[in-house]
């Protein structure tokens, strides 16, 4: 996958806070995940 310098350049202008809420809502969905994984196993 080839990206492009102007997505460079924005990711590089991004701000860990602006992407921490991003995380934090990928971690507990991927956590709801697992919980019914394992709740059916």
Do not use: L
Not at 14 to 36: C, G, I, L, N, Q
Request: a positive charge; charged letters at 30%.
């Amino acid at each position: 996958m080839s990206t492009s310098a102007h997505h460079n350049e924005c990711v590089d202008k991004m701000t860990f806070a602006s992407a921490y809420p991003h995380y934090v809502t990928k971690v507990e969905k991927k956590a709801r995940k697992m919980e019914k994984i394992m709740r059916v196993t």
